[in-house]
């Protein structure tokens, strides 16, 4: 049974520092394939681990409103945060003592019943730390002091934090059971798709409330397989806010690509590729969900015998990241194609579990190397030892070599390219990590 990551998140008037403690915390965890072309970023959201603790973090501060007034700013950073978070850190400034603005964060988490941990930064020497009881004041317990620019008191804020970790929060679906959510921006479709899908089925079950706030799963059964759908479609909040901020979206769609195994990237036909479809691509692939990209509306695009292959052509310069992931082109208003979906969703859930025999692993692994000797730098050559798979969803393979550094971005796209080629794997992000051998 999968568990969903706690969501904290760091909430605070601007210029408390809280993109230097969402650094700290969340570390250097640079993604494996952040130098990989058509990803972009922004680092809003991240997970983190402390102590066996596994959860993800929110930087409210990151949260663009736009031309909002000041204490507007705050306040609806604030409720974002309150909607999404498990756990709030209520960041202050030590230098500067309890400001109006604290005060105005703290009557809004007062009425939100969730925990919340309040961080006093910048006490960057122990004299300081009596400066930190006027924070008492603000009415949420003891003030923890840290320092975001030494790195000093995170051990105690993050031990507060976890002590409110709840981990019950359980899917109860069998390992059999395919999850798959789709994503993508406003309008794009999926809510229809979603109907179309059960609709030509017939068989849907009443809608479940999700485990995951605000998401609905709807458990259905086709042809003997079982599937969930976490549908994110009815989650759009009221009221500016949510409109005006994409983050927004994006934030919400990470729950739903947490609790997946497959992750249906929808694309409107109609409009074509925008940047905000390849920001939310870039964080299903960085979850290691297995993906389908799926062209909504193609109903409406006026087409010849080579539109399609032309559409797909563009789809795969925007999304070089993806170049596993299968294209499928659907309507869901006219239900035209939409039987050739849950055969590819099957499939990739599949290999997104497959496992592969190390015997034939390590064949494949040293016909590359023969084909493509390994680089040297500096006069020393990689050696590759052997290489075995340690993990599913997504294959994961640890390549033992003399020394992990020696291995070059380039030669690990050939060694995954050569591993694709031998055992398939379409439709889910593969994992190589080099490991040097004891």
Do not use: C
Not at 161 to 178: C, K, R, S
Not at 207 to 228: C, I, L, M, S, W
Not at 361 to 384: S, W
Not at 418 to 437: D, N, Q, S, V
């Amino acid at each position: 049974m999968a568990k969903a990551k706690p969501v904290v998140a760091i909430v605070g008037r601007p210029n408390v520092g809280k993109s230097t403690i969402f650094n700290r915390i969340v570390g250097e965890r640079v993604s494996i394939v952040e130098d990989t072309p058509g990803v972009t970023r922004d680092r809003i959201y991240n997970s983190a681990e402390w102590l066996n603790h596994d959860f993800n973090i929110i930087d409210t501060g990151g949260i663009d409103i736009g031309d909002e007034p000041f204490l507007e700013q705050i306040r609806q950073q604030a409720e974002i945060a309150i909607d999404e978070a498990d756990v709030i850190i209520f960041m202050t400034n030590g230098r500067e003592g309890v400001t109006s603005a604290d005060e105005h964060v703290a009557k809004i988490l007062y009425k939100s019943n969730k925990p919340v941990v309040l961080a006093v930064n910048k006490v960057d020497n122990p004299e300081m730390r009596d400066q930190i009881y006027d924070f008492y004041s603000l009415g949420f317990g003891e003030p923890y002091p840290i320092s975001g620019s030494h790195g000093l008191g995170l051990g105690d804020l993050l031990d507060a934090a976890a002590e409110h970790f709840d981990q019950t929060d359980l899917d109860d679906y069998g390992e059999e059971v395919i999850k798959f959510s789709l994503i993508g921006r406003p309008n794009v479709g999926k809510s229809s798709l979603v109907n179309s899908l059960l609709g030509e089925e017939r068989v849907i079950v009443s809608n479940v409330a999700g485990t995951t706030r605000d998401a609905v799963d709807t458990p259905y059964k086709y042809d003997g397989q079982e599937y969930v759908i976490i549908d994110t479609a009815g989650m759009r909040k009221k009221g500016k806010v949510y409109e005006s901020t994409e983050k927004y979206s994006v934030l919400r769609a990470l729950r739903a690509i947490e609790r997946s195994d497959v992750v249906l990237v929808l694309i409107d036909g109609e409009e074509g590729i925008i940047d905000q479809d390849k920001k939310i691509a870039g964080y299903a692939h960085d979850a290691g969900r297995a993906v389908v990209i799926v062209v909504n509306k193609w109903d409406a695009v006026e087409k010849d015998e080579k539109t399609m292959d032309k559409f797909e052509k563009t789809i795969r310069a925007h999304f070089q990241f993806l170049d596993y992931a299968p294209v499928v082109f659907v309507s869901a208003l006219t239900k035209k194609r939409i039987h050739t979906l849950l055969p590819v969703i099957n499939m990739a859930s599949e290999n997104h579990s497959m496992r592969v025999q190390s015997s034939i692993l390590n064949e494949v692994v040293m016909d590359a190397v023969a084909m493509n000797p390994t680089p040297t730098d500096h006069g020393k050559r990689l050696k590759i030892f052997y290489a075995t798979q340690v993990a599913v969803k997504p294959p994961t393979f640890v390549i033992f070599v003399n020394e992990p550094e020696l291995m070059h971005f380039s030669y690990e796209r050939f060694l995954e390219n050569r591993i694709r080629e031998a055992f398939g794997f379409e439709g889910t992000p593969i994992r190589l990590i080099a490991r040097a051998r004891k």
